[in-house]
């Protein structure tokens, strides 16, 4: 019996892991939700890592040194219990150079594991449609999508192909690495049609005084960063592998 455990097992992306491993001969989940394996918290990770095969870690969320820290921690304990493979949800921009905070984040946390003894699965994830969805509902202003995106182009990928690409590595023995998009690298004018609005490319500082009181200090600067990757084109990229992995098609936005 191989034994997987999936981290933020109660969150929308880690539960659907869950769901998906459940009843596949010769597997068994294990979901572990912070009330069980605190990131904060070493000895009671390595207390859930004891005895598991493979590992699905989903990313913590928050600021992102603390995300980085709770990483590292998990990253440890699974080195030092032994665990063989670790499915690692990272992102298309996963670069210690890019402006997208948590592009530092996840291009350490791929350095930390590839130092271990662990075999690894990198899923470099594009940006969630889901996500992106509540970006334009947030810059949404008299029929116009008001982003500090220029021309930038992305892949928009959604939650769901995110994770059946992720449960299919988690049942896959050989280590790998993969960028998970969309099926079209969508303009910001595409984006913002399939909403009903017209794009409209504002300054950085204007779209984070239009932030201001709608999200906290940190949001704001996070969203500001992911948007100056964008416009580096670091998420201007389409693959066929949530086909080549799932069987399936992925969604297309809109």
Request: glycine letters at 10%; one cysteine or more.
């Amino acid at each position: 019996m191989t034994r997987i455990a999936v981290t933020g097992a109660r969150g929308r992306l880690g539960g659907q892991v869950c769901s998906l491993l459940d009843g596949h001969d010769g597997v068994e989940p294990v979901p572990l939700t912070r009330s069980v394996a605190d990131y904060d918290d070493r000895p009671a990770l390595a207390r859930a890592f004891a005895g598991v095969d493979t590992l699905v870690l989903v990313s913590s969320d928050g600021e992102s040194d603390r995300v980085l820290q709770h990483h590292l921690n998990v990253v440890g304990a699974a080195a030092a219990e032994g665990v063989g493979h670790v499915v690692l949800l990272s992102s298309v921009d996963a670069d210690g150079d890019s402006p997208f905070c948590y592009a530092r984040v996840n291009a350490l946390t791929e350095a930390a594991l590839a130092a271990t003894d662990v075999g690894v699965t990198a899923v470099r994830a594009s940006i969630f449609s889901e996500f992106f969805d509540s970006l334009v509902g947030l810059a949404a202003v008299d029929g116009e999508m008001r982003l500090p995106a220029a021309d930038g182009r992305i892949g928009l990928v959604s939650r769901q192909d995110v994770g059946r690409v992720m449960a299919a590595c988690a049942l896959a023995p050989e280590p790998a690495a993969y960028d998970v998009t969309g099926p079209a690298s969508l303009s910001m004018h595409e984006v913002a049609a399939a909403h009903g609005l017209t794009y409209v490319p504002v300054p950085e500082a204007d779209f984070a005084a239009h932030l201001a009181g709608r999200e906290t200090p940190w949001w704001s600067y996070a969203y500001t960063s992911m948007f100056a990757s964008v416009r580096e084109q670091r998420w201007d990229v389409v693959t066929d592998v949530v086909a080549e992995l799932t069987g399936q098609p992925a969604v297309q936005l809109g």
